[in-house]
């Protein structure tokens, strides 16, 4: 049974494990709320809140399973928790990762500790050999999201945030299979029922959206979201529980959303975020939940970005929120056309960062031609000042 207590008991365990990672206030994620802070879990030993869930559980084994060690499934972030935990109270950890796991979350997870085993296929693979592992070596399994330990160890960042800022409206929390949701929502109304506590999933992986909207658990056939931490095809029974219970609306974001959530985090807060840790602040960003006039807390789950998609992240960010922009202009091929077209652009304060030119049969007229323009601007009311300007001087935009 999840306890109030029992999350009381993990804060008090996980005191020497875990860093604090106090609020930041961020109030240029939404400026319509009273204030939005950052709960900046990607700040947290490993990059990621999952070590308070693994480090409780294996906390609370009993001297016979720590003997035989533990074993884990994650591609990732859950890997890195149960590695750190284990090797902190010096049990064996042996974790199975997906031979499509990213390179630095398989080189961290050995860093802190642990054993690893690349298992050829899919999550789902690498889940069925740790459980072949478990049966036939005794090792215990330490679950990513759907173990009450686990659930208690997440709920002790509710607790935090509640001693922090007391008076709260809201905290929204990404939700993958439910662990971090779960503990936080179950520790926030059982202290403070007023409080409206959301859920955020990628809307490629709305598998708790869809089991708490229909009423019973649900399974999606295949997920696609650059927040590989939260593509989970199915949540846990304990968590659909808690969530059924505890949570007041869960909402989805677009890969765009959250690429203009890791790229604010950047520019506004020096804050790197990966895609799960980002939903939360994309909901806020992009008015999914009620924040004006309310004090708002985005748990920013993980940090654990690869580096080598970060570039594409950034620049899909740019386009979303209107900072970079593609235009097509169809022109008379005559000298001093693109000059026009650059002195417009310049005069509207735009930044012109490539130019491609082509002869085409397309167009209307047989003398004309394409010119493709990447563009830097300020914003969307920008793109739309530069469009106008360059329509006002006579020229045709595709």
Do not use: W
């Not at 809140?49 to 972030?77: D, H, T």
């Not at 520790?187 to 019973?216: C, E, F, T």
């Not at 840790?277 to 309310?294: L, T």
């Amino acid at each position: 049974m999840l306890t109030l207590d029992k999350v009381y008991h993990a804060s008090y365990v996980l005191r020497d494990v875990i860093r604090k990672t106090s609020l930041i206030a961020a109030p240029d994620i939404n400026p319509q709320a009273k204030m939005v802070y950052l709960k900046p879990e990607c700040l947290q030993v490993t990059g990621s809140f999952k070590v308070r869930g693994s480090g409780y559980m294996i906390s609370q084994l009993s001297e016979e399973e720590k003997a035989r060690g533990v074993i884990a499934c994650s591609a990732g972030n859950h890997a890195q928790g149960v590695a750190l935990a284990a090797t902190k109270y010096g049990i064996k950890s042996l974790i199975c990762l997906p031979d499509s796991a990213p390179i630095s979350k398989v080189e961290a997870t050995k860093r802190y500790g642990a054993q690893v085993e690349m298992v050829k296929g899919t999550y789902d693979d690498a889940y069925s050999r740790s459980l072949e592992l478990r049966d036939r070596d005794g090792y215990t399994m330490v679950h990513p999201f759907d173990d009450e330990n686990v659930i208690a160890g997440q709920g002790t960042i509710g607790l935090e945030i509640l001693e922090e800022l007391s008076d709260a409206d809201a905290i929204v929390v990404p939700v993958g299979g439910g662990g971090l949701i779960s503990g936080v929502a179950f520790a926030v109304k059982k202290l403070r029922p007023d409080i409206r506590v959301y859920g955020v999933q990628a809307a490629g992986a709305p598998s708790m959206y869809n089991s708490v909207h229909d009423g019973h658990i649900e399974r999606l056939d295949s997920v696609s979201t650059i927040a590989d931490g939260i593509a989970v095809k199915q949540p846990g029974e304990n968590t659909f529980r808690f969530c059924s219970e505890y949570v007041d609306e869960i909402v989805t974001v677009t890969e765009d959303e959250i690429c203009s959530a890791i790229l604010a985090l950047i520019e506004q807060q020096k804050m790197i975020a990966e895609g799960a840790g980002a939903v939360s602040v994309a909901a806020v960003m992009f008015h999914k939940i009620p924040v004006q006039d309310k004090k708002v807390v985005c748990i920013v789950s993980g940090g654990n970005i690869d580096v080598t998609i970060l570039s594409r992240v950034i620049k899909r960010g740019l386009l979303k929120s209107g900072r970079n922009a593609n235009l097509c202009v169809e022109l008379v091929d005559k000298p001093g056309q693109l000059t026009l077209v650059s002195s417009i652009i310049s005069a509207c304060g735009g930044n012109v960062v490539s130019v491609h030119h082509e002869r085409a049969s397309e167009t209307a007229d047989i003398n004309g031609c394409f010119l493709r323009l990447a563009l830097e601007t300020r914003n969307y009311q920008h793109v739309q000042e530069i469009v106008e300007a360059l329509r006002a001087a006579g020229i045709k935009l595709v």
